[in-house]
């Protein structure tokens, strides 16, 4: 049994998890720890600050997945991302409690694999959604009604998860303190 909790946020393409995970993070009274993941993409600059990720190469990655070690996976512009499981192993056995951002692919993977783990669905209109894509500026057209559509499917597995948590458009501050108070009470 471990002494740490574990919380998942998931949810749609451009719903803000990773602004409500930036904010969570800086909360020091919820003593929460940021389980590194693996990468095959080149090291950044920024990622000497950041230390969210073990680099590796795409041979090491597959063979990391094959055997068990990898919890989920993406494969994003060319490169593998996947969380480490004995690290997350290692922080919940020493009663860290983590907080991991994952796609809703991955939450139900965790959900499979730590039955005790929190899973929090982050969810907003599509429009919201819409809006955010397109002010990211990342996507093109194509993509954006691409990643809208995904959004649409991937609206249905909220039900899979523990807690729905809406991030309304411009106050990202109300989804944030939704998403502190679970972790705090849970």
Known sequence: MYKGKL?????????????????????????LYWAKSYTTRPERESDKTENHYIFID?????????????????????????????EIDKALSAGKNILKEVDINGGLAYKKLYPEAILIFIKADLADIKSRLINRGQNTDTEIAARLKTAQKELVYEKEYHYSVINPEGHPEKAIEEVEKILQFS
Do not use: M, R
């Open 7 to 31: 919380f998942i946020l998931s949810g749609p393409s451009g719903v803000g998890k990773g602004t409500i995970v930036e904010a969570i993070l800086k909360k020091p009274n919820l003593n």
């Open 58 to 86: 795409k041979a090491k990655f597959k063979e990391l997945e094959n055997s068990g070690e990898i919890i989920e996976s993406n494969f994003f512009n060319d490169n593998y991302y996947g969380s480490s499981k004995s």
